[in-house]
T-cell receptor, first 115, second 111 residues
Framework: DARVTQTPRHKVTEMGQEVTMRCQPI?????VFWYRQTMMQGLELLAY????????DSGMPKDRFSAEMPDATLATLKIQPSEPRDSAVYFC?????????????FGEGSWLTVV | GEDVEQSLFLSVREGDSSVINCTYT??????LYWYKQEPGAGLQLLTY?????DMKQDQRLTVLLNKKDKHLSLRIADTQTGDSAIYFC???????????FGTGTKLQVIP
């Protein structure tokens, strides 16, 4: 049963520490999304990759956040240094964009708490 | 940019129909989606509709699309307590091909 895998599932860290979240997209998918979900802001798109190239990261705070795809099976989202306001659930999603439909499938999320 | 809006909360009685509404602003939307999120879980795709369709039915789910008014709705027939969740509307733009989500509607089903 193909699914998007995210690690860690839960992370508690101190302010100022680096946080790295990892995502393994569904094999064969060529688009990867990072979303952040909070009670106040809802679901925000942070970054979007197609064929490993970043297409849109306008929703991501550039000073502390970075998103990469070292290879087709791994996407990473880093926060350095982390701040309490970064506490949220971070979702990775992947899809197959063939120029038409692009149904995206979500991972279970990484629940981040920065204290 | 793209904007997708939903009402925040809906309460229905078990057995009744639920209708969750969504409006969007992107006139170049190609696909529109409904996702369901249960507590502590990720988003699960329920159904989607192509922008040149006006209706799609899938078992208890009916999606209606009014492209002129940029209005999408999800009707759940015979709503069950297991349908209690947050429902997200999303649209895929025809340019960048990115998917933008609404704020989510929390559906409460009263037994």
């Amino acid at each position: 049963d193909a699914r998007v895998t995210q690690t860690p599932r839960h992370k508690v860290t101190e302010m100022g520490q680096e946080v790295t979240m990892r995502c393994q997209p569904i094999l064969g998918h060529n688009t990867v999304f990072w979303y952040r979900q909070t009670m106040m802001q809802g679901l925000e798109l942070l970054a979007y990759f197609r064929n490993r190239a970043p297409l849109d990261d306008s929703g991501m705070p550039k000073d502390r956040f970075s998103a990469e795809m070292p290879d087709a099976t791994l996407a990473t989202l880093k926060i350095q240094p982390s701040e309490p306001r970064d506490s949220a659930v971070y979702f990775c999603a992947s899809g197959l964009d063939q120029g038409g439909g692009n149904t995206i499938y979500f991972g279970e999320g990484s629940w981040l708490t920065v204290v | 940019g793209e904007d997708v809006e939903q009402s925040l909360f809906l309460s229905v009685r078990e057995g009744d129909s639920s209708v969750i509404n969504c409006t969007y602003t992107d006139s170049s939307s190609t696909y529109l989606y409904w996702y369901k999120q249960e507590p502590g879980a990720g988003l699960q795709l329920l159904t989607y509709i192509f922008s040149n369709m006006d209706m799609k039915q899938d078992q208890r789910l009916t999606v209606l699309l009014n492209k002129k008014d940029k209005h999408l709705s999800l009707r759940i027939a015979d709503t069950q307590t297991g349908d209690s969740a947050i429902y997200f509307c999303a649209e895929k733009d025809g340019g960048y091909q990115k998917v933008t989500f609404g704020t989510g509607t929390k559906l409460q089903v009263i037994p």
